[in-house]
């Protein structure tokens, strides 16, 4: 994956998450599902403010966006042996999440609805 797929993907990550407010370490840690390369991460936060996704206040973000992932058909799941990407687990069942930008995962049952807000 490039630099630029990797802020398109963070930017529509953080388009898509079931938050009112999050934490700047909360949003880094679903960025690091696509990379831990701090400029990487700086550039998605920028991209994503510059475009209106997030509005920044100190270190809260807050999704000015009301398009969530919608698990009926933007989560798939796969059977196989992978690693979760956000926790490192071994796992048989990956769950991806299908947006624009490319598809993102393998996520454990916890880390995805994690990453996408809803626990």
Request: proline share 3%; hydrophobic share 35%.
């Amino acid at each position: 994956m490039t630099e630029r797929d990797s802020v398109e993907l963070g930017v529509e990550l953080l388009s898509k998450l079931e938050f009112e407010e999050l934490t700047l370490a909360e949003a880094i840690d679903r960025i690091e599902t696509i990379t831990t390369n701090p400029a990487t991460t700086r550039e998605i936060l920028d991209v994503a403010e510059k475009r209106g996704v997030i509005e920044r206040d100190g270190t809260l973000l807050k999704p000015q966006r009301g398009t969530y992932i919608k698990f009926e058909s933007e989560v798939i799941t796969k059977e196989g042996e992978f690693t979760c990407r956000r926790c490192n687990a071994a796992i048989t069942t990956g769950y991806f999440i299908k947006m624009e930008s490319g598809e993102l995962g393998p996520f454990g049952s916890s880390c995805i609805r994690k990453v996408t807000g809803r626990d």
